[in-house]
């Protein structure tokens, strides 16, 4: 099965439901938060900075963009009209972020149009990032700046021995929800090659153990993705679910994925 995000246009609704639900869930979690903030916190915002998320999926990276100092104006770009249909429910409190259904591949925008271009957690789903990247590269001024954020799903493990079972979901979670797993290793030459010159290229460590919530979506994406393509068996695929309540309960569980940012500038 292709990553659903990649395909997201012709995902099926109950998985776009899932996968709205999802974004939420992992944006609402402390650790997510902070990563967001820590990085951010890297990028040059000029005053009035008019800024493009692409990707933005149900939009909470252009909700807390909308109130990040200095800027103006947010705009999010996604494919899916679904999406975007909850992210304008969820900012309709805000008055300067809109979105804008479109592709990274090509922005609907004129050259140098934004100060920040931010990915969060989007060039891994894409077929083209390196297009996607030459696309962000032209929408922004020159001296304007660029942030992306993505899991390096490669070194994501639920893993607590060599052989455990749990990792198999992990790895049919992959399959199915993440383009290039190893494509943050990649990110600060493709931006390079766009034009870029990077000032910050770093690794952020999300693990959770005692109260998991986004890893505990991977356990069961995974298997029932084993299950759905007939890999494994219904009753399989729920007891992987359980094994990984299990060791929340007993105080066992851990589960680890390595995210990387990439701040860099458009020579002005
Ligand atoms: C993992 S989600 C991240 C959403 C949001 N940035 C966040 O962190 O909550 C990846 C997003 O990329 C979007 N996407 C898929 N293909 C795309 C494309 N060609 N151009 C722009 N976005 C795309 C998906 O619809 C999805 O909303």
């Known amino acids: 099965m292709p990553d659903v995000y990649n395909t997201i246009t012709s995902t099926q609704p109950a ?15 402390i ?3 902070a990563m967001l903030e820590s990085y951010l916190a890297e990028v040059n915002f000029p005053v009035d900075a008019r800024v493009i998320e692409i990707g ?9 963009l909308a109130e990040w100092p200095n800027v103006a104006e947010v705009v999010g770009i996604d494919p899916s ?22 592709s990274a591949n090509q922005l609907p925008f004129s050259d140098g149009f934004f100060d920040v271009a ?11 990032p390196a297009g996607a990247l030459q696309e962000a590269y032209r929408v922004l001024k020159p001296g304007g700046c660029l942030a992306a954020f993505d899991g390096d799903y490669a070194s994501a493990t639920l893993s607590t021995s ?15 929800f993440i ?13 390079e090659a766009a034009g ?11 693990t959770e153990t005692s109260d998991p919530d986004y890893t505990l979506t991977i356990v069961d994406r995974g298997a029932d993705v084993l299950a759905s393509s007939g890999q494994i068996g219904q009753d399989l695929a729920e007891a992987l679910k359980a094994e990984a309540r299990r060791r929340v309960a007993d105080r066992s569980y851990f589960g680890h994925i390595t995210y990387t940012s990439l701040i860099a500038g458009k020579p002005i």
């Open 15 to 29: 998985m776009v439901e899932r996968i709205a639900q999802t974004l939420e869930v992992r944006a609402a979690d």
């Open 31 to 33: 650790q997510q938060k």
């Open 56 to 64: 933005c999926g149900t939009g909470p990276v252009a909700r807390r």
């Open 81 to 102: 009209a679904v999406l975007l249909k909850t992210a304008r429910e969820l900012s309709s409190s805000l008055r300067n972020v809109s979105f804008k259904e479109g």
């Open 118 to 128: 931010v990915f969060h957690t989007t060039l891994c789903h894409l077929s083209d």
């Open 162 to 176: 060599d052989l455990d079972p749990l990792q198999i979901c992990v790895n049919a979670f992959k399959e199915s």
């Open 179 to 191: 383009h290039d797993p190893w494509l943050a290793r990649r990110l600060p030459a493709i931006a």
């Open 196 to 206: 870029f010159m990077p000032s910050s290229y770093r690794s952020h460590s999300y």
